[in-house]
């Protein structure tokens, strides 16, 4: 028998009314979606296009209406459905007068853990999230990228099973951006469930082993990167440098490249433009070193569900 998936949706929707006119809004339609254990799912669109109010909907910070959404089985109104869950939202929010050890504990208590594994289990964790000497500071001091980074520990304190993290990686530098990065990672070999949201395609891309892009409420894709990103998107052809100024013809052609030192490497869009750049590399004396085609990308398959989603 298959287990169960750890998040569900069945028909959630979302509809709110805004203005003096009461006018209704969809943020979210008719979503079908299901997450399963130990997997890391990435939930990405562009701003607005309903990730954070999907995550309310299944922590139940806001109800829908219509549709339903489980955790671990558990319809998301129960309470039973989030003992085991751990969320960061997005640009979290802490009382500024506590350290960093005051919000963990506090945290902590919440699940009723006992001082003594909430004292060890907050001490691990600023140290895995970079702040193992900050725990006694007012949490006024701290940069957005320090807060981030505590969200981030107080989301793992109660050694949850599924972690929802709203564009957990907003307000980080690069180094911090990869720790964290890293963290998610660790928590699949823990058989961690993750579910994050992004509009920042090369988090998801980097992580996740299955995606769902969202766009004005609707599920426009879901499934493994693999499967997303198989498409061909074209041909690439490495061609050595000669005393050939090849950047006239890729413009003529409207061909994209780049180069360096040693080579051009050019984009063409399919086999009418490979039979052309052959013909050309006979006349001209062009080397073509390699050419084979190009996947897409996940920014690339993104923007191909939006153009078809339009039409």
Same mark, same amino acid.
């Given at each position: 028998?298959?287990?169960?998936?750890?998040?569900?949706?069945?028909?959630?929707?979302?509809?709110?009314?805004?203005?003096?006119?009461?006018?209704?809004?969809?943020?979210?339609?008719?979503?079908?979606?299901?997450?399963?254990?130990?997997?890391?799912?990435?939930?990405?669109?562009?701003?607005?296009?309903?990730?954070?109010?999907?995550?309310?909907?299944?922590?139940?910070?806001?109800?829908?209406?219509?549709?339903?959404?489980?955790?671990?089985?558990?319809?998301?109104?129960?309470?039973?459905?989030?003992? *085991?869950?751990?969320?960061?939202?997005?640009?979290?929010?802490?009382?500024?007068?506590?350290?960093?050890?005051?919000?963990?504990?506090?945290?902590?208590?919440?699940?009723?853990?006992?001082?003594?594994?909430?004292?060890?289990?907050?001490?691990?964790?600023?140290?895995?999230?970079?702040?193992?000497? *900050?725990?006694?500071? *007012?949490?006024?001091?701290?940069?957005?990228?320090?807060?981030?980074?505590?969200?981030?520990?107080?989301?793992?304190?109660?050694?949850?099973?599924?972690?929802?993290?709203?564009?957990?990686?907003?307000?980080?530098?690069?180094?911090? *951006?990869?720790?964290?990065?890293?963290?998610?990672?660790?928590?699949?070999?823990?058989?961690?469930?993750?579910?994050?949201?992004?509009?920042?395609?090369?988090?998801?891309?980097?992580?996740?082993?299955?995606?769902?892009?969202?766009?004005?409420?609707?599920?426009?894709?879901?499934?493994?990167?693999?499967?997303? &990103?198989?498409?061909?998107?074209?041909?690439?052809?490495?061609?050595?440098?000669?005393?050939?100024? &090849?950047?006239?013809?890729?413009?003529?052609?409207?061909?994209?490249?780049?180069?360096?030192?040693?080579?051009?490497?050019?984009?063409?869009?399919?086999?009418?433009?490979?039979?052309?750049?052959?013909?050309?590399?006979?006349?001209?004396?062009?080397?073509?070193?390699? &050419?084979?085609?190009?996947?897409?990308?996940?920014?690339?398959?993104?923007?191909?569900?939006?153009?078809?989603?339009?039409?």
């Amino acid at each position: 028998m298959s287990a169960k998936p750890v998040i569900k949706t069945d028909g959630l929707s979302k509809q709110y009314r805004l203005g003096l006119t009461l006018k209704p809004v969809d943020a979210v339609t008719d979503l079908n979606l299901e997450v399963n254990e130990g997997e890391i799912f990435a939930f990405i669109g562009l701003n607005g296009a309903g990730k954070t109010t999907t995550i309310k909907l299944l922590l139940d910070h806001a109800r829908p209406t219509k549709g339903k959404a489980f955790l671990f089985g558990f319809d998301a109104t129960d309470p039973h459905a989030r003992e *085991r869950i751990g969320y960061l939202p997005d640009l979290p929010h802490f009382y500024q007068f506590l350290t960093a050890n005051e919000l963990l504990d506090y945290s902590g208590k919440l699940f009723c853990l006992s001082k003594t594994k909430l004292a060890k289990r907050s001490g691990e964790l600023l140290e895995t999230v970079g702040l193992g000497d *900050r725990g006694n500071e *007012r949490l006024r001091g701290f940069s957005r990228g320090m807060l981030q980074r505590l969200g981030f520990a107080q989301a793992l304190i109660n050694h949850p099973d599924l972690v929802i993290l709203d564009e957990p990686l907003g307000g980080l530098d690069p180094i911090g *951006r990869v720790e964290l990065m890293n963290l998610i990672t660790d928590l699949k070999s823990k058989n961690t469930t993750v579910f994050f949201s992004s509009h920042i395609l090369e988090d998801a891309q980097k992580v996740a082993d299955r995606i769902g892009i969202i766009h004005k409420g609707h599920l426009l894709a879901c499934g493994k990167k693999s499967e997303l &990103l198989q498409t061909k998107a074209g041909w690439e052809a490495e061609i050595a440098i000669n005393e050939f100024d &090849l950047s006239g013809l890729c413009k003529k052609n409207n061909w994209q490249y780049q180069t360096n030192e040693e080579c051009y490497t050019v984009t063409i869009s399919d086999d009418e433009d490979v039979q052309k750049l052959y013909k050309l590399a006979s006349e001209k004396k062009i080397n073509i070193i390699s &050419l084979h085609h190009r996947q897409l990308n996940l920014e690339e398959a993104f923007l191909k569900e939006l153009d078809r989603w339009k039409a």
